[in-house]
Each structure stands twice: as structure tokens, then as C-alpha cells.
């Protein structure tokens, strides 16, 4: 029986500011997604919009644009841009991966069909790609979904605000609720470890969650494959 694996990977992780070897990073990647035998697995990746969303939001907010729903769709295209060069990226090694970025999760489900990999970005207002990846996975009805970003665990307090702020590496789905703030206002290109619309329907679903960073490939691969990891492990009732 195929695993199909949703895997929200944040924008930051496509830029050279952020990881040193970018490069690496992407063979790396290829690799990770690429390899597994006999189509035990299938991946649903869902690109997040990174330096590039939040520097378009900021640049039309500038410009005068307030309006959240204009602003949430600017940043839905910079996912979307994001994603295509990332489905590019898999095409040029001849990888099976899907030829357009599917603008909804029921054209993307479709498109696993026929393709071993799928890459997203966005969908509509008022959230970001976590929230994205983790209805898919509750569509689907996956046993965890994976959200891989540039910190490398859910912290006790924002580790910019407090240094003492302490790594979590096992958490309940309520509890992370309460850390991420579940119930308020999310602002267009806000930057979050992850997006409380999707720990709200995670919360709602009993959907498990694993956080980590994705700029750590390997240990990405031991997460997937259900060995130790580093990270925080989000777990359901
Ligand atoms: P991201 O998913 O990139 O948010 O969406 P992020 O938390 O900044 O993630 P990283 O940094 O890439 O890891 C960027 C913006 O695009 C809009 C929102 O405004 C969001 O803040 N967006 C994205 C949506 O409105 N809906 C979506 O489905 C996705």
C-alpha cells in the first residue's frame, strides 16, 4: 500500500541567505523524494512563499494596498512561484512530478494519480502552506503530517524574545494549540513556527504533527521514516 506524505517546506529554505549550501540542499532533496522503492511512498509537497511573499506583501502594503485578502493572495502567488521552480527542479532530473502547480487541494489529491510527487503552493486566503498541507493530510487521512521549516523545534516562548526559551520535543496537538495562538487573526506574510489555522484543524481532526528543519535533510529522511529524529513531535489524543 502506497504512504502518500504531505511536507509543508517553508519559502526560507529556498533562499542562499539562509541555507549555506544551497546546492547540497537541493540534491539532497532530490535525492530524499526521489528514492524510494517500488513506490512505497508518495510526496505532496507544499511550498511556502518565503523572502519572496514577504517581500512583495511588504512592497504593496508600500504601495498602499490593505486590503488582507489582496495581500494574502500576492503572498499565494510567491508560494506558487516558488513551487514551480521546486517542480522544475524534480522535471530536469526526469523525476515523475506534475507539469502545472495544481491551485487546489482536490486537483492536487487528483494529480497523485499519476505522479510519484506533487508540488504545491497556496490555496486561498487567510492562512499559510502549513494550513495547506495539513488538510490535505486530513483529506487523505495520513498518519502524520510534516512541517519542515527553518527552526528546528516547537520553543516553550519565542526564542527571539526570550534566549531561555526551550526546545519542545514532544507535544500535544492542544497544548501546541495554545502555543501558537489557535482562535487569533493571522496577518498576511506573518511569520509563525506553524500557522495556528493548521494546528486548528489539526486539533480538529486528531491529526498528528511533526515540526523540524528542513534545512537538515537526513534528518528529515529518519522523521519520514519513522526513525529518531530532531524536532517536535505533536501527538493527538
Ligand atoms: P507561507 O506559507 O509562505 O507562510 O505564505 P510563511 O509562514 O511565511 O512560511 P515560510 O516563511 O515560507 O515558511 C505566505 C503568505 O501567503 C499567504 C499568506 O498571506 C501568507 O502569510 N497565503 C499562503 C495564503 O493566504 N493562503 C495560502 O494558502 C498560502
Given at each position: 500500500?502506497?504512504?502518500i506524505i ?35 511512498k508518495?510526496f ?194
Amino acid at each position: 500500500m502506497v504512504e502518500i506524505i504531505p511536507i509543508a517546506l517553508g519559502g526560507s529554505l529556498f533562499s542562499r541567505k539562509e541555507v549555506k549550501d544551497l546546492d547540497i540542499w537541493r540534491s539532497e532533496i532530490i535525492d530524499l523524494l526521489s528514492n524510494y522503492e517500488n513506490n512505497e511512498k508518495k510526496f505532496i509537497i507544499i511550498i511556502g512563499g518565503g523572502h519572496l511573499a514577504r517581500k512583495e506583501i511588504g512592497v504593496a502594503i508600500d504601495s498602499g494596498v490593505n486590503d488582507k485578502f489582496e495581500l494574502d493572495l500576492i503572498g499565494i502567488r510567491c508560494t506558487r512561484k516558488n513551487a514551480f521552480n521546486f517542480m522544475k527542479m524534480f522535471e530536469d532530473h526526469n523525476i515523475s512530478v506534475n507539469k502545472e502547480i495544481p491551485e487546489s487541494i482536490e486537483d492536487a489529491i487528483e494529480l497523485l494519480n499519476s505522479n510519484d510527487l506533487v508540488v504545491m503552493g497556496g490555496t486561498s486566503p487567510g492562512q499559510t502552506t502549513d494550513a495547506v498541507a495539513i488538510k490535505i493530510g486530513i483529506r487523505l487521512g495520513v498518519k502524520r503530517v510534516f512541517v519542515a521549516t527553518n527552526v528546528s523545534h516547537i520553543f516553550s516562548e519565542d526564542p527571539k524574545i526570550n534566549k531561555n526559551a526551550k526546545k519542545i520535543k514532544s507535544i500535544s496537538l492542544k497544548e501546541l494549540g495554545i502555543l501558537s495562538g489557535v482562535g487569533s487573526v493571522i496577518e498576511p506574510g506573518a511569520s509563525f513556527a506553524v500557522d495556528p489555522v493548521g494546528v486548528s484543524s489539526a486539533i480538529n481532526s486528531n491529526l498528528p504533527l511533526v515540526i523540524l528543519n528542513g534545512h537538515d535533510v537526513d534528518n528529515l529522511r529518519k522523521a519520514i521514516n519513522g526513525e529518531e529524529f530532531i524536532g517536535t513531535n505533536v501527538f493527538g489524543d
